[in-house]
């Protein structure tokens, strides 16, 4: 029971934390959406990431979500996606870096859409502190994610 209520407590914290930090720039006139930046794969296998946002009522199906807060000092070093997800940050701040050594930050209210899962990869460190707080949300092909013009 209390392994249910604390996935609870932690679910409503991400909806809060997401909810409360969410780009609220409406697109077409009527719909609300999240910024987010997608991982992706280029023709060459390298990674790259586009800017861009997700609908914010949008159902999604998943299954197998998982929360995390740790992390082994490996997988920040370059690596791709394990397969495709969302990873949706509940604390911290992170730089992202893909193969042409652009980067990006992660933090609440930001969605990081992980579809980079062949190739190269991409990689990670902490900015601010030393705690990683987030969910692993795994999607279909139909994710949702509208890049920006």
Not at 72 to 98: C, D, S
């Amino acid at each position: 029971m209390k392994k249910i209520t604390q996935l609870l407590l932690a679910t409503a914290g991400l909806v809060i934390s997401v909810a409360a930090s969410a780009d609220t720039t409406k697109t077409n006139g009527s719909e609300h959406r999240i910024p987010a930046v997608k991982l992706i794969n280029t023709q060459d296998n390298h990674s790259a990431f586009i800017k861009g946002s997700v609908p914010s009522l949008a159902k999604l199906s998943s299954q197998n979500l998982y929360f995390s807060n740790t992390f082994e000092e490996w997988q920040k070093g370059v690596h791709p996606a394990p397969k495709k997800q969302y990873v949706v940050t509940m604390k911290g701040k992170l730089k992202f870096r893909v193969s042409d050594g652009s980067t990006f930050i992660i933090e609440p209210g930001t969605v990081l859409l992980a579809a980079d899962t062949a190739g190269e990869g991409h990689s990670w460190d902490i900015v601010d502190g030393k705690e990683w707080v987030r969910v692993y949300i795994p999607v279909g092909d139909d994710d949702h994610f509208i890049a920006d013009k």
